[in-house]
């Protein structure tokens, strides 16, 4: 399972069974749950017990699997129920059966077969020849908007990265901060630990990390959950390039196309237009067609994109940064919000039209660590993106002389934490010791404890000193 297959698992998981009832009646919401969600054996199962019309004993089921695949059975059967597409029954005198929920299995049937008038995915619309918005205007829109997204992350570099065209709207910039991927201090945005991990995600990770933080605020913007999962479903399933007409969808739908409009995940050529396309970032959402290792790096290869200021194509598909021992660090690289994120970490000196160079620093890493971004995410961001000749010259690719010294500053800022606090000592005995340190580590104050010595260190002591003052003196 993919990073953002794992990442709307765990969502769709903490999610109560009356919420699937609703999700499954739409056969879009199905066939992407079956397409997305489900391994090749859980598959198996399910098109097995698809038109089925009475449950499967489990031993007949257990008769399709090996021997030896004992584990992976269970593991897909284990899924199949948490994800409320797999029911077990089991009537006295009878061995145990499963069958398919019947909102699942009566959805994936019409989805698979065709027919009704449900129109889950979504209903397409023609247009004027003059009114066509071509598949490298989406691509290109869909990356301007993404990038405007991440840029905006990083902007706290110094760098100017703002595009003209695009502009986030507060409720975009809101979300990120909700999510704790930024974090604005006087009036200044800074990324965190948090936001350079997603940074380093591919695309389709961090689209659903930020829709699924959209879904987590949908009921503050009067929103239905249900309705708005529904919906990034179908997208999901819609055609890349064509029309949808923007009548059949809900007041929530509709709301949702402004803000999702932000991301690049769909466009709308105007706000009174009666249709909308969905990008490339829409039409992946349930697939793993598109799946990079991150926007800054791989989008143009998504995107199969050969023009624009952006084509670094083969240069970002196999890596672009070379870091040698003497800490010296060249990126072959124009992109701004490539530099941006190197800015983060590194000390750029020179830019060339189509490369930086700069160098690792005690004070440029010292710098990251303060925005909270840890030593293995840089080492893991350096590697990944690691170019060819570092790759093919070097075991390992990084100089082990620049990776033991970037952790090596961050242990720097650990050697020693000062915490105010009150130490307790001088007990006459270990039973006197004990009662109140017990009672600190139970409070949640206890910080450190020496047993031998009879003394602990604790953030507040009127709760201790209240406790020993009730305890009956000895000999009293």
Not at 442 to 464: D, P, S, Y
Request: hydrophobic share 40%; proline share 4%; glycine share 6%.
């Amino acid at each position: 399972m993919s990073s953002s297959s794992l990442r709307s698992f765990e969502y769709l998981e903490s999610l109560p069974g009356t919420v699937f009832n609703k999700l499954y009646k739409q056969p879009s919401t199905a066939l992407a749950i079956f397409r997305r969600m489900l391994p090749h054996l859980a598959k198996s199962f399910v098109m097995a017990l698809l038109y089925i019309s009475h449950p499967l004993p489990v031993t007949d089921l257990e008769s399709w699997v090996r021997s030896d695949s004992r584990r992976e059975r269970d593991h897909a059967l284990n899924l199949l129920e948490r994800l409320h597409v797999l029911t077990a029954t089991a009537n006295p005198g009878q061995p145990r059966a499963y069958s398919l929920t019947n909102p699942f299995a009566a959805s994936l049937r019409l989805a698979l077969t065709g027919g009704g008038d449900h129109k889950s995915f979504g209903v397409t619309c023609s247009t004027s020849t003059k009114d066509v918005v071509t598949i490298a205007k989406l691509d290109e829109f869909a990356r301007k908007q993404w990038e405007g997204v991440l840029g905006y992350m990083v902007g706290s570099t110094g760098i100017d990265l703002a595009d003209a065209d695009v502009k986030l709207s507060q409720a975009v910039k809101t979300l990120l901060q909700f999510g704790g991927l930024v974090e604005t201090k006087n009036r200044k945005v800074d990324i965190t630990q948090d936001g350079f991990a997603f940074i380093l995600q591919e695309v389709n990770a961090q689209v659903w990390t930020l829709l699924i933080l959209y879904l987590e605020n949908a009921e503050q913007l009067g929103m239905d959950s249900v309705d708005v999962l529904s919906f990034l479903f179908m997208l999901g399933s819609l055609e890349l390039g064509q029309a949808y007409s923007k009548a059949n969808l809900s007041p929530t739908q509709t709301q949702m196309l402004a803000d999702l409009g932000d991301f690049g995940i769909v466009h709308s050529p105007s706000p009174q237009s009666t249709y909308f396309y969905p990008t490339r970032l829409a039409t992946t959402l349930t697939s793993d067609a598109g799946a990079l290792r991150s926007a800054s790096v791989g989008f143009d290869s998504a995107l199969h994109s050969t023009s624009g200021p952006h084509n670094d194509v083969n240069q970002n598909r196999s890596g672009f940064i070379v870091v040698e021992t003497n800490y010296r660090l060249y990126a072959y690289t124009s992109s701004p919000l490539q530099i941006a994120i190197l800015h983060l970490f590194a000390r750029l000196s020179t830019r060339y039209p189509n490369m930086v160079s700069g160098k690792i620093t005690r004070e440029s890493i010292r710098r990251a660590i303060g925005m909270g971004i840890t030593s293995e995410q840089i080492i893991s961001f350096l590697s990944t993106h690691a170019h060819p000749q570092m790759r093919l010259k070097n075991d390992p690719v990084l100089p082990a002389t620049v990776v033991d010294q970037i952790r090596l500053w961050q242990i720097e800022g650990e050697r020693m934490k000062a915490t105010t606090g009150f130490l307790f000592k001088e007990f006459v005995s270990a039973a006197e010791f004990e009662a109140p340190c017990q009672y600190a580590e139970e409070i949640g104050v206890l910080v450190w404890k020496n047993e031998a010595r009879r003394m602990f260190f604790v953030t507040r002591h009127e709760q201790i000193a209240s406790f020993l003052k009730s305890r009956p003196r000895k000999g009293a």
